[in-house]
């Protein structure tokens, strides 16, 4: 059983000392009270205290010398003491009383919560260091738990140590790398290497190229999971590759423990049993009938791959079922017979049909055979389909199923498939299973229509073959060449069809048809012609587009190459010919711009290039080659000089700090405010850094989303952020950033443009705490009744004492704490206006952001103002939402925009109350609620409205509709400055004569 700490309490006044013992009650402690010093002293020998409380003023013995006899002979710990005085304490008293083991001091009359914090506080202090004490007991008793554990393990370890030397494993230690760090004797046997040696080697030294992967993945598996067990190839001293089973656990995450285990003689043994089985496996689903193997119990333990191609069925639906899945039921009791007859020899074969997963009929000549399936004895069931034999003969079989084109044999009756090819499969993408049974209008093969049209030209005596498109299962169309022909086989009629696949073909014919139509599109758009200069007989051959680069007709051209110099600019001739020159002697094709001159007498410049064939002894033969119209080229070029040096020149006159940077963040351009901003001297020195090495680091999460935003919507406009110079300073911007974008609508830049607004933020900032002083000389009257209030209270209640003392000498304990809790509480209360006073005038530059209750902010704000909206006549009415979610942002700004409008409310009001007679209803209301993740503060009065001229002037800096001298036109763009700050937006609906709607609408969703 817990017992409670002992606490002290010491006073020479019987009532007082009640007092106290009613209070501390309350604690979780047990009290030992007395009159006196010497009282105390015999009450607590042999006892420990948690706490003493001691009057200092006592007769025969005072609070400090008893404090000295309480802790004289206790050294280990003293016991905590607070001082109970009647008056104040000078100095002197507050050094003796520290000296003597004082803790604290309470002026009387105390406050009891005080008391009661004080207390508890050392309460928990003394508990705590009972704890310690008790946990120091404890830890001793563990240190010799842990001396006889470490002996186990030392114990442990040295048979550890036996083990792995005489294990005939290798056995290794490797550190986090791989190398080897401890190995056994066996290790160095089935390496080939000696200790020495593979105490220098890691993991990578024996793995061959084949086994690097694979021994990489197992050691980093290892690393990973703590566990890793693999086989693969290492790499013997003499050379030879052996097979390892490798076993290694974690010890920590610096050593790593393995086994190796030389298994290369198991390997070849399971590598000769695995190539026989899988030659046997080879050839069992070679064989094209049904294969089964049945155990004693005559259930499914082997398949061959035709039975699920063929029948359908899955692994899971056939191995471990009994064989007469294989049957309809009403066959089941003959095919038990047949079986037992065959088992028996009584029979050879049966003639029963089987069923594939669709439940059709599948009719097969089945024979067994005894023997053995993986040592044990088992019954060996081959069942041959010979529903081939029974449609048709040897010669059509072959010319069906090797057909390369889908081949398909339906019921003429019903449409349904009764067997189609691996092509057709391939072709539409279908599984067996799916097809066979079921018609290609069943299939989505066909859709109605279509197959209706293929099904009248077939029997009106139309083409046997006809184009048509399939839809494969995939839902891609196949252009396709049908073709239908009925058959006769044992007396039936049957539809053959055969599917020739042209969906390339088409694809290949619509691409040239296209290819052919853009050639001829491209040379008129891009304005080139070809030619062909053959040099052997020095003429020049040209394409069409050719006559229109040149302006003129294929009558007035010669073919000889010089005749195009009479079209050739006079200044360009002598380098024309000076690159024909250079092709026919050096068999070199240049690349050559010239001008041309037109009819019209207009200049156009053109852009040739060719490539040279030569003969077999290097002499050139033939140039092959284009030529364009480059006129609208060259234009465009020198438009885009011009706008060029235009746009350096608005660049570098912009007052705004203006910087081109590519989607990587690298800055390539910067206007001169640009360098002048960021204080270097010249583009080089700018040029070529990262962008957000000028981001402090804390507000880089905000430029990246700025570029983010940027690269999303195409522009970012006003993101507040610091800026850091080259010096390190720090200044206040507002940047806007806008993508630049080339011809084909990808971006290749931004543009960042940066405004210094370290000024206008001061100014602001100056204009808000102003704003806010002037509220608070307009809200002085009310705050003063506010005050007022309290005091009369706590003056009516110190009446109310000091008329019971003078009835009579003893005072009620109760009523006196009764009184003293309201005079406490309208301190509180005087306290707590005054706080909030300094708190809403103080400068806010430097008030962290952090969310908060909007309604306490509402609430605050209009405490200061009721009692003087009361004593105006104004009925103020709150309506808060419930469960109202925090915002982030300042709370004193916030109630700074709650008291500018409920000012303006109240001067509306008044205004309308001095223009209408009669009119005595002032109301104001405020609601806050949530709407689709915005929170919305919504202020409403009844007074003289705005007009619609002014509302849209309303949120502009200086711009008022009051009286002049009633007002500086700041409030409003104050608060929709703040409200701005804090992602939200101010909406105002007025009526002029019948009352304004203010709402304040914030983002619930924002983050600090």
């Known amino acids: 059983m817990r017992h409670l700490p002992n606490i002290l309490i010491v006073d020479d006044s019987d009532i007082y000392l009640v007092f106290l013992e009613n209070i501390l009650n309350k604690t979780k402690a047990n009290l030992i009270k007395a009159l006196s010093g010497m009282e105390a002293i015999e009450k607590i020998k042999g006892i420990e205290l948690a706490l003493a409380i001691i009057d200092v003023q006592m007769p025969e013995m005072n609070g400090y010398e008893l404090a000295i006899r309480i802790n004289k002979n206790r050294t280990k710990s003293k016991v905590p003491i607070i001082f109970l005085t009647a008056s104040k304490v000078d100095e002197i008293q507050i050094f003796e009383g520290y000296g003597s083991g004082a803790v604290d001091y309470l002026i009387k009359p105390i406050n009891y919560r005080i008391l009661l914090f004080k207390t508890n506080v050392f309460l928990d202090l003394f508990n705590q260091k009972q704890t310690i004490l008790k946990n120091t007991v404890k830890l001793k008793k563990y240190a010799d738990e842990l001396k006889k554990v470490n002996q186990s393990l030392k114990n442990s370890e040295e048979k550890y140590r036996s083990y792995i030397d005489n294990a005939p494993d290798g056995v290794f230690i490797t550190d986090e790398t791989g190398r080897y760090l401890e190995i056994n004797s066996s290790a160095s046997r089935i390496t080939g290497y000696s200790e020495n040696e593979l105490l220098k080697m890691s993991i990578t030294d024996f793995l061959p190229k084949e086994s690097q992967e694979i021994g990489l993945s197992h050691f ?41 285990k030389d298994i290369t003689n198991r390997k070849l043994s399971e590598d000769l049993v695995f190539q026989t089985r899988e030659n046997y ?49 009403e066959n089941h009791a003959e095919a038990n017979r047949t079986l037992t007859e065959m088992l028996l020899d009584e029979t050879r074969y049966s003639l029963i049909p089987i069923v594939n997963e669709s439940k059709i009929k599948i009719p097969v000549e089945t024979k067994i055979s005894k023997g053995f399936w993986n040592g044990k004895p088992a019954i060996f069931c081959v069942s041959k389909d010979i529903s081939q034999i029974q449609l048709s003969e040897d010669k059509f079989s072959k010319v069906f199923f090797l057909n390369p084109s889908a081949c398909g044999l339906t019921d003429l009756a019903t449409g349904k498939y009764l067997e189609v090819n691996d092509a057709f499969y391939s072709l539409l993408g279908f599984e067996k299973n799916e097809v066979i049974g079921r018609t290609p209008l069943e299939l989505g093969i066909l859709d109605d229509e279509s197959l209706k049209e293929l099904m009248h030209r077939y029997e009106t005596g139309g083409k046997k073959s006809n184009e048509a498109q399939l839809k494969a299962k995939n839902g891609e169309l196949k252009d396709v060449i049908l073709s239908a022909e009925e058959i006769n086989l044992q007396e039936k009629t049957y539809l053959f069809t055969v599917v020739h696949d042209i969906t390339e073909r088409k694809k290949i014919e619509l691409v040239l048809e296209k290819s052919e139509a853009s050639m001829a599109e491209a040379q008129r758009i891009a304005k080139m012609g070809s030619w062909e200069w053959d040099m052997k007989s020095n003429t020049v051959k040209w394409s069409k587009e050719m006559f229109t680069i040149f302006n003129t007709s294929f009558e007035n051209y010669d073919t000889n190459p010089d005749s195009i110099i009479k079209k050739i ?65 060259k234009a465009f070029e020198q438009t885009l000089k011009i706008k060029d040096e235009k746009y350096k020149t608005m660049l570098n006159a912009s007052p705004d700090g203006i910087f081109l940077i590519d989607l990587k963040g690298i800055i390539i351009d910067a206007s001169g405010i640009g360098y002048e901003l960021l204080g270097f001297n010249k583009k080089d020195d700018l040029a070529g850094k990262r962008f957000i090495q000028f981001i402090p680091a804390n507000e880089r999460k905000s430029a990246r989303e700025l570029l983010d935003k940027t690269l999303n919507e195409g522009i970012a406009q006003c993101f507040e952020m610091s800026i850091k110079k080259k010096n390190q300073s720090l200044f206040l911007s507002e940047i806007s950033s806008t993508l630049i974008q080339g011809d084909d609508g990808k971006p290749f830049s931004f543009m960042i443009i940066i405004r210094d607004i370290s000024h206008r933020k001061k100014m602001e900032t100056n204009q808000i705490h102003a704003d806010r002083m002037a509220n608070l000389g307009e809200m002085a009257s009310g705050m003063a009744h506010e005050i007022n209030q309290p005091l009369n209270i706590i003056s009516m209640v110190m009446d109310k004492i000091l008329f019971e003392t003078g009835k009579t000498e003893i005072i009620d304990i109760d009523f006196l704490k009764n009184k003293s809790d309201k005079i406490f509480e309208n301190i509180t209360r005087i306290r707590n206006i005054i706080d909030h006073v300094r708190a809403f005038s103080r400068n806010q530059d430097n008030y962290i952001l952090t969310g908060f209750n909007v309604n306490l902010s509402i609430e605050n704000a209009t405490s200061m103002i009721w009692e003087q909206f009361k004593h105006l006549g104004i009925n103020l009415n709150l309506s808060l939402g419930d469960g109202i979610p925090q915002i982030i942002g300042n709370t004193f700004k916030f109630e700074q925009v709650i008291i500018n409008l409920l000012i303006n409310a109240k001067d509306a009001l008044i205004e309308k109350k001095n223009k209408e007679m009669g009119f005595d209803s002032m109301k104001i209301e405020i609601k806050s609620y949530e709407e689709n993740k915005f929170l919305v503060v919504q202020i409403w009065d009844n007074g003289s409205g705005i007009s619609k001229d002014s509302i849209h002037n309303i949120m502009l800096p200086f711009y008022t509709t009051k009286e002049e001298g009633k007002g500086t036109g700041l409030g409003l763009s104050i608060c929709y400055q703040i409200i701005k700050e804090m992602n939200g937006t101010i ?11 203010i709402k304040l609408i914030m983002d619930t969703q924002r983050k600090n």
């Not at 693969?232 to 995450?253: E, S």
């Not at 060719?610 to 030529?627: C, F, L, R, S, Y």
């Not at 909406?987 to 709607?997: A, E, F, V």
Request: proline fraction near 3%; charged fraction near 25%.
């Open 220 to 260: 980093k598996r290892l690393i990973e999971t703590g566990h890793s067990k693999s086989e693969f190839l290492f790499k013997h001293k003499n050379g030879t590759k052996r097979w390892w089973m490798v076993d290694a656990v974690k010890i920590n995450p610096s050593r790593f423990l393995g086994f190796a």
């Open 281 to 329: 496996e080879t050839f069992f689903n070679s064989i094209d009938d049904f294969l089964f193997v049945l155990d004693t119990n005559q259930n499914i333990i082997h398949v061959n791959n035709t039975v699920y191609r063929r029948l359908g069925y899955s692994e899971k639906e056939i191995i471990g079922s009994s064989f007469l899945v294989l049957y309809q039921p």
């Open 569 to 633: 600019h006079p200044d360009d001739v002598q380098a024309f010919m000076n690159n024909m020159k250079n092709n026919q002697q050096n068999g070199i094709s240049e690349p050559l711009e010239y001008r041309i001159i037109h009819n019209d007498g207009s200049i156009h410049y053109i852009f040739a290039e060719g490539v040279m064939e030569t003969d077999e002894k290097g002499d050139p033969i033939k140039n092959v080659g284009t030529a364009q119209d480059i006129t609208i080229r």
């Open 987 to 997: 909406d105002i609906k007025s009526d002029l004569l019948n009352g304004t709607r």
